[in-house]
């Protein structure tokens, strides 16, 4: 049959990928929640303008990668293509807005229309932290010492964590002036999208991988050079917390970072594992504006890509997770023993057993087989005769080694087997 492919840069995710999946969610809510967060879901969709003014009109992200239609009143709708915007939305009306620090993490599909790439698809997945409501270094230093704590669980090694600082909203303009007296004397040898960038987002030009742009960018002054004494401290104590608490970072002055809310700490972890899409976390400090909003809402947070991570651990050669389910399936010889078989599983999932069994009439051979195929660690066997005089066969399918099991002792055998 003619094979029909999910769109370009989306997957499907099969049942026996899924531990590979539940390893990393599982080790971010362990962890996530020692430090006091809790879940947050929101809707994949959100109204157009929480992206648009959440991340800024002029970002790469709004202007070319959104998915957005309109719903059947006319309302401009996008599905989410990051969990920030979505995430400060629904805190809006709770007390982080006076000031009180609300922690909270997601999971779940984010869509960029991106021209797919290894490591770079159109739906995918993100673990992301939000700490609201809060400005401080400590915690910002936090955030760092959480994500470098995931990452260890989950066995990273190697990754390189890249920091910077944005500086206040007020330290823009300055620096931006200074950038722009930079490129503008170079700006006729510089690719199309930093001619652009020049008065659009001049920040952005600091990221451009082009080569024709490299040699400008790399004699770049230093734009914090021009923040206020007041951001450069505040980037210098989260150095300093870092460095108390044994984290390795570099600092790298042409991190920017692609989404227009943050400021002061921005941080990327990247590993050399990969290729060109080597980003396996960003995040930092932010204020974001939503619509009709005068105020920002301010955090720091950070998102890891699903995706990326288990790249990563796939080129470490992490192992994959052990099944935690023993699965015991029970063989029937007989019409009466398919019919206890089917009533014994049933008592037996109740009681906490994975059971697997064939429920239509099948052979001794082929019983066998999906007993393989499903990689049952014991095999029940019950024929009609053995029933009759209360007696099953085990079989253990890694010693192959047999033994015979009273039927009132069935439930137990299975439970000391878990
Ligand atoms: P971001 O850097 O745009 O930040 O995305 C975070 C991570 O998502 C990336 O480092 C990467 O691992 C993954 N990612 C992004 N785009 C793709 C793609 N097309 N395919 C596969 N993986 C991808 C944010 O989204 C911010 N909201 C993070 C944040 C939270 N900042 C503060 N709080």
Request: hydrophobic fraction near 40%; glycine fraction near 8%.
């Amino acid at each position: 049959m003619a094979k029909i492919s999910p769109p370009p840069g989306t997957a499907d995710i099969f049942p026996d990928e899924m531990p590979l999946w539940y390893r990393l969610e599982n080790s971010a809510k362990t962890i996530f929640s020692r430090y006091g967060y809790g879940e947050l879901r929101t809707p994949i969709f959100e109204y157009t303008e929480v992206f648009q003014r959440g991340l800024g009109d002029e970002t790469e992200v709004v202007q070319k990668e959104m998915y957005t239609f309109l719903d059947r009143g006319g309302r401009s709708l996008t599905l989410r293509p990051e969990g920030t915007a979505g995430v400060m939305r629904a805190l809006l009306n709770t007390d982080v807005m006076n000031g009180n620090e609300k922690r909270v993490f997601y999971i779940g599909p984010m869509f960029r229309g991106e021209k797919p790439a290894a490591g770079r698809r159109r739906q995918f997945h993100q673990i992301g932290v939000e700490n609201a409501g809060k400005v401080a270094p400590e915690l910002d230093a936090e955030n760092i010492v959480m994500l470098m704590h995931y990452l260890e669980d989950i066995g990273i090694t190697g990754a390189k964590l890249l920091l910077n600082t944005r500086g206040g909203f007020a330290d823009r303009k300055p620096a931006e002036d200074a950038l722009r007296a930079h490129f503008a004397p170079h700006i006729d040898q510089m690719c199309d999208d930093c001619k652009i960038r020049l008065d659009k987002n001049v920040w952005r030009i600091l990221d451009c991988k082009v080569e024709c742009c490299q040699s400008i960018i790399d004699d770049t002054p230093d734009a914090t050079d021009n923040f206020s004494q007041e951001s450069k401290d505040y980037f210098k104590r989260v150095c300093e917390l870092l460095t108390a608490m044994n984290i390795d970072f570099e600092v790298d002055p042409r991190l920017v970072r692609g989404l227009d809310y943050y400021v002061h700490t921005v941080f990327e972890v990247i590993h050399p594992g990969l290729g060109a899409q080597n980003a396996i976390v960003g995040g930092g400090r932010y204020e974001l504006f939503l619509p009709n909003t005068k105020k920002p809402m301010v955090g720091v947070g950070f998102a890891a890509g699903l995706e990326r991570l288990m790249m990563v651990q796939e080129v470490l050669q992490v192992a994959a997770p052990e099944s935690e389910n023993r699965i015991i399936f029970l063989v029937s010889q007989g019409e009466a023993a398919r019919e206890f078989n089917l009533r014994q599983a049933d008592l037996l999932r109740r009681a906490g057993v994975t059971v697997a069994l064939e429920v239509e009439a099948k052979s001794i051979k082929a019983q066998m087989r999906a007993a393989n195929r499903v990689g049952a660690s014991t095999v029940i066997i019950c024929g009609d005769n053995e029933l009759e005089q209360g007696l099953l066969m085990v079989k253990d399918m890694k010693s192959s080694e047999q033994h015979e099991l009273p039927v009132d002792n069935l439930l137990n055998f299975c439970l000391n087997k878990e």
